[in-house]
């Protein structure tokens, strides 16, 4: 059973057109292509990432974040109650009127009690401003690195100048020392972020940056097998070019350096919009899937392959919208932080007892809130110094 299932997923009819088969991609003639035993080494270099990551946050970025006046925060942690930390684990973060006032029957604790000490336990859970700013500097150094180095390795390449070039002389594409280290590290990494989703800060798009990862797994695993590693080098590379403007403007919004995270903002979504809305689907896309069937006739592989860039181009236009968002904000001078936060709307300093009984009575006045949001300007980055905001 196992082995009719192995040898049906190996079908070279699936992976590659009808006239060619897995013998036209054996090493010969000096030429070297791509094996599928070779992503096996992909698993060890997404620990070794994760190895790296841990000292270059720990000895590195912590240091960054000390220069850039970043510390960590440190909340009043809830006091142990066994009753409200189980329905906080088990059912959920806020609970509703009326669970309180039960909650507070249970516990022998008033309302308010019951109130306060689930604020302070969403606090605890809440990543400081610390570890994003931690995190993000680890994404900036390898998206940078990822960039430099596939500009260095594509610049004299043909097909990054006319995609056209990508299918001259498919399959028999000699797989070069370059392409086999870009596509081993960038792979590696991606397996790093699956491997550390669990202690990284979550957001609002968790499932879809979820989604987008294991495509793009799938997609580099497939281009890989299939020898399309010509276009495969080309999707890292308009990945990564906006990917490193992102994480740079979270470094300086983390350290508040208003008009710096500003204009690189702007222009990560412009590179944004250029790289994913225009030049991913427009000549990517077309591509893949106009040039290859005049060479040969549309096969599994070649449906596939579109059908998972398809699926990364949605995404794509997921996260224009909340960009679109976040200028239309901006334009209006409301915008204070990442449209992708997932943050609680208690979220600000420490509240001491006497503070918490006060806010119970003290009335919101939104129209002078919406006031001071505007004029703490784009991206969230200058709001008052008692309070972090998020990208």
């Known amino acids: 059973m196992l082995e009719s299932l192995y040898d049906w997923f190996w079908w070279d009819k699936l992976w590659l057109p009808a006239e060619l088969s897995w013998a036209d991609l054996e090493d010969r003639e000096s ?4 094996k599928a035993s070779d992503l096996y080494v992909t698993v060890p270099y997404a620990f070794i990432f994760l190895f790296i990551r841990f000292l270059f946050e720990r000895w590195i970025a912590t240091q960054l974040a000390a220069c850039a006046g970043i510390k960590q925060k440190v909340h009043l942690r809830a006091e142990e109650n066994p009753i409200l930390e189980v329905y906080y684990t088990a059912h959920s973060r806020n609970p509703s009127q009326a669970d309180v006032d039960g909650l507070s029957k249970k516990s022998s604790l008033s309302v308010r009690q ?3 000490w689930f604020r302070r336990r969403r606090r605890q859970d809440r990543p400081g401003i610390l570890k994003k700013f931690r995190e993000a500097s680890w994404r900036f150094v390898f998206y940078l690195s990822a960039f430099v180095g596939g500009v260095v390795a594509l610049y004299d390449k043909d097909w990054l100048y006319d995609t056209r070039e990508v299918w ?13 280290w870009y596509y081993v590290l960038e792979m590696g990494f991606y397996g790093c972020l699956l491997f550390s989703v669990t202690f990284d800060v979550k957001r609002k798009d968790f499932k879809e940056q979820i989604v987008h990862h294991v495509a793009t797994l799938i997609l ?9 590693i010509r276009v495969g080098t080309l999707v890292m590379l308009i990945h990564d070019a906006s990917d490193v403007l992102l994480e740079l403007a979270k470094l300086f919004n983390y350290a508040r350096w208003e008009k710096t995270s500003n204009t690189l903002f702007v222009l990560f979504a412009i590179v944004f919009m250029g790289t994913r809305l225009v030049i991913f689907p427009f000549w990517l896309i077309h591509c893949t899937w106009v040039y290859p069937v005049l060479h040969y006739p549309a096969f599994f592989g070649y449906y596939f392959f579109n059908m998972m860039l398809v699926v990364l181009q949605c995404l794509h236009l997921f996260w224009a919208y909340l960009i679109l968002c976040m200028v239309k904000k901006l334009m209006f001078g409301t915008l204070t932080k990442d449209e992708r936060s997932d943050n609680d709307d208690d ?22 809130a919406d006031k001071k949001n505007a004029k703490n300007g784009f991206f969230g980055l200058s709001p008052p110094e008692n309070q972090s905001k998020t990208v």
């Open 31 to 34: 030429r070297i292509y791509a």
């Open 114 to 116: 019951v109130e306060r």
């Open 168 to 180: 001259t002389g498919y399959p028999k594409q000699s797989m070069l020392q370059s392409q086999y």
């Open 220 to 228: 580099l695993s497939f281009s890989w097998c299939a020898n399309f």
């Open 347 to 368: 979220e600000g300093q420490e509240t001491s007892p006497a503070e918490d009984e006060v806010q119970q009575h003290q009335p919101v006045n939104r129209l002078a």
